[in-house]
């Protein structure tokens, strides 16, 4: 196993003791029915006690970061869609909510719908590398379980600094360096 993974394994199996063995049968048994019906793995799950669950979830998980996440030397390269006027007045603080796949950056509006660009605005997308530690991996299994990743999302922490920053409006093909 790449050394990255061993790491993510260790972050997420820490969530089956704090946030699944512990929780009471109704817990569970509500998470199930609303959160994992619609999810790949539901099939495997309805025999599995919580415990057997979260493990065939956790094995999910890392499975899909390892063939849906590219990694470069170590690093989750990840992509961010922004509706800007101009790269220019691009904030500092890239947010913390970016998605494993180029087509997965979209602009999502305050109540979670795709947002709407206004005609000042073009949408920019962002690629920048993240180290394994500026991934919040429990988050982001969060994020999986509720929506197998419908929304590609995957969240870094809010002190994260990104590398390797490079942008493009929406549709053209090559990257630009992005000088912050």
Sequence with gaps: MKNYLNYIKEKVTAIDIRTFIDVSKIDYDYHFKNNLQYHSLYNKLLDADSTE????LIDG???DVENKIEFVDDRARLYRAIALEHIYKLNKDL???????ESGAVVYDDVGYVHETQPSENVI????DFDIIDVDWQNTLDLYLMNEWFENEVEVVETSHPHNINYK???EKNWRILNN
């Design 53 to 56: 669950a979260i493990n065939i």
């Design 61 to 63: 998980f890392l499975k």
């Design 95 to 101: 947010g913390i909510y970016w998605a494993y796949s």
């Design 125 to 128: 997308i962002l690629r920048a």
């Design 169 to 171: 409006d929406e549709g």
